[in-house]
């Protein structure tokens, strides 16, 4: 049987701003029908990354593999037609503008031709409708500005649309970082269903309890290097947010509060035993 190949490959990518080393040697396999967690902290090198991915940087050193093929991406458009869909944090949307105008931007159905070709908003608004109500909501009004819609299910739409137009590969920038308890359950709830659908998911986050989950391998990011990549069954929940946090710098809080604490202690019996003396000379005079 033959090994499995991924999706999307990075091979010792790098990435310098300057002498700014944004990112340092990284390697990663993202392959379909799979969610890769990539996790770090504020600064770890998590945006530059998928920018990288994305299109939007070109890396300085290693190269981007898709479907096996060394490949380059000129510009977020050339990623796109490849079929790798980022939707970022701040998802690109209108507000003011209906779901299916949000839906279709620039890439809105037509019928006609030369100067009688219109666009065809009522299959338009049927389909958006029909893929929303792919992952459990029901648009009743596809026509409604897409402000009026929850945070969870503004993300929805983008995924559905990135989904939609044909995305192998899916990046998703800290999709639940703004989102409550109930809109974060159903943007987790729609990712395990890109994976379903065979779709390479890459899910970027900080936030190991919303990762777990839906995640089939995690890779770490610190300071813009890797601290490896493991697969679901080969690691806890637990061992992932030590590794992430640094188990070397919490074990050092750890000691540091406690020696707070000790002088809290010391300081107030001093205090204490120094007011019960007063207390005694008082009573004495």
Not at 26 to 37: D, R
Not at 135 to 140: K, N, Y
Not at 167 to 181: H, N, Q, R, Y
Not at 240 to 247: C, E, K, S
Request: proline share 4%; glycine share 10%; net charge negative.
């Amino acid at each position: 049987m033959s090994e499995r190949m991924p999706m999307i490959e990075m091979r010792n990518v790098s990435k310098h701003f300057g002498s700014v080393i944004a990112l340092s040697d990284i390697s990663m396999e993202v392959y379909s029908g799979e969610v890769m967690c990539l996790l770090g902290d504020n600064g770890a090198g998590k945006s530059t990354l998928i920018k990288t991915l994305s299109g939007v940087h070109q890396p300085t050193h290693g190269e981007l593999l898709l479907g096996g093929e060394a490949t380059r991406f000129k510009s977020p458009a050339y990623a796109l037609d490849a079929g790798i869909a980022t939707v970022f944090q701040d998802l690109a949307m209108i507000p003011l503008m209906s779901i299916t105008r949000n839906f279709f931007m620039g890439r809105e159905p037509t019928v006609g031709w030369g100067p009688m070709k219109r666009i065809d908003w009522k299959y338009a608004d049927r389909i958006a409708k029909q893929e929303m109500a792919k992952i459990g909501i029901d648009v009743r009004d596809p026509s409604q500005p897409v402000g009026t819609l929850s945070g969870g299910e503004r993300q929805c739409v983008a995924i559905a649309r990135a989904v939609y137009f044909g995305a192998k590969v899916l990046i998703l920038d800290e999709p639940t970082s703004a989102l409550g308890v109930k809109q974060a359950s159903v943007v987790l709830r729609y990712i395990a269903k890109a994976r379903a659908d065979g779709l390479a998911v890459i899910f970027i986050t900080h936030n190991v309890h919303h990762a777990f989950p839906v995640a089939d391998a995690f890779t770490l990011l610190a300071r813009g290097g890797s601290l490896g990549t493991f697969r679901k069954e080969e690691t806890t929940r637990e061992e992932v947010l030590n590794m992430m946090a640094g188990g070397a710098e919490l074990e050092s809080l750890d000691a540091e509060l406690a020696e707070f604490q000790r002088s809290d202690s010391e300081r107030k019996a001093d205090a204490d035993g120094s007011e019960a003396s007063g207390t005694r000379l008082a009573a004495g005079q």
